[in-house]
């Protein structure tokens, strides 16, 4: 599906103020294990969300869609985009590259998914999750994976000046469990999970859930399939015309949350810089010039 396309969870969500309360229903059973839930017959999905077929009808076109067909026909776009490599992604935006130089072709991109990802972020979802961070009773965790865990550690390294109890999570999953021991009931657990989403990751995310622990998480346009047990998940839009997806919106998403934080809790993030900068000093980690 092209770069820009609203996927069927955003469009559900952008317009589910306006559906019924049978639709809500539906759109409901449709988001629970987005998007395998609305790949079944037209009569399996309304069986499973327990509404007529007629509402499916009905759902599918308030979403903008034509009918059944081209409604599924885009969840399956979706999924083949969800799960594709670096050589498939290679070779969609290869075969179909415009002629503009690659910096403009880049640039377009990161700025259509920077607009799309800003009209998917509910403000107030935003500050609840950066609330949760700032509160100094929870202790903070961050993990990312193959790709992500280098935005993981760049969030750890922020928030470790910031506030105090921060852990970085390490990216072997053989020493999770390690980890996990230490956390607790309203601990908050930060992750990072883009296609082609780590098994591991999930698993840790149900265990986390097990022990009382808020999930924030910082996903793609598909939603990885730890949404279902986050607290609060941040869909961010990632592709370009690349063979890899672009970090650019999530580093953006994750530098707004390190100043709301920040913000918060400046009162003691102050003296703690202080500190810190009097720890550089004694080190001499930094040249000094005068």
Not at 59 to 78: D, S, W
Not at 137 to 149: A, D, E, Y
Not at 231 to 259: K, R
Request: some cysteine; hydrophobic content about 45%; charged content about 20%.
């Amino acid at each position: 599906m092209s770069d820009g396309a609203e996927t069927v969870s955003e469009a559900i969500r952008s317009r589910f103020a306006g559906l019924t309360r049978a639709e809500r229903q539906l759109a409901n059973s449709l988001l629970e294990n987005y998007p395998v839930s609305g790949l079944g017959s037209i009569t399996t999905v309304a069986d499973n969300a327990r509404v007529s077929t007629p509402t499916v009808v009905r759902t599918v076109k308030k979403l903008g869609f034509k009918g059944f067909p081209e409604f599924q026909a885009r969840l399956h776009q979706e999924l083949e985009a969800a799960l594709s490599d670096p050589i498939a992604k290679h070779e969609h935006w290869a075969s179909n590259a415009p002629e503009a130089h690659i910096l403009n072709r880049f640039a377009d991109a990161v700025i259509s998914n920077m607009r799309q990802t800003l009209t998917q972020i509910d403000p107030a979802d935003f500050d609840a999750a950066c609330a949760l961070l700032a509160d100094q009773k929870r202790s903070v965790h961050l993990v990312g994976g193959r790709i992500t865990r280098a935005l993981a550690d760049y969030f750890f390294t922020h928030m470790q000046v910031i506030r105090d109890d921060v852990t970085l999570v390490a990216s072997n999953s053989n020493a999770w469990p390690h980890y996990v021991l230490n956390m607790k009931d309203g601990d908050v657990l930060v992750m990072f999970d883009i296609r082609r989403y780590e098994h591991a990751i999930f698993k840790l995310a149900e265990m986390a859930r097990s022990r009382g622990v808020a999930i924030i998480l910082l996903t793609d346009q598909w939603g990885s399939p730890v949404s279902k047990l986050a607290q609060h998940t941040f869909n961010m839009h990632i592709e370009v015309p690349s063979a890899w997806d672009t970090s650019v919106v999530t580093l953006f998403v994750v530098e707004a949350m390190i100043e709301a934080v920040q913000s918060v809790t400046w009162g003691t993030t102050r003296d703690r810089m202080r500190e810190l900068e009097s720890l550089f000093d004694a080190s001499r980690l930094f040249k000094k010039f005068v």
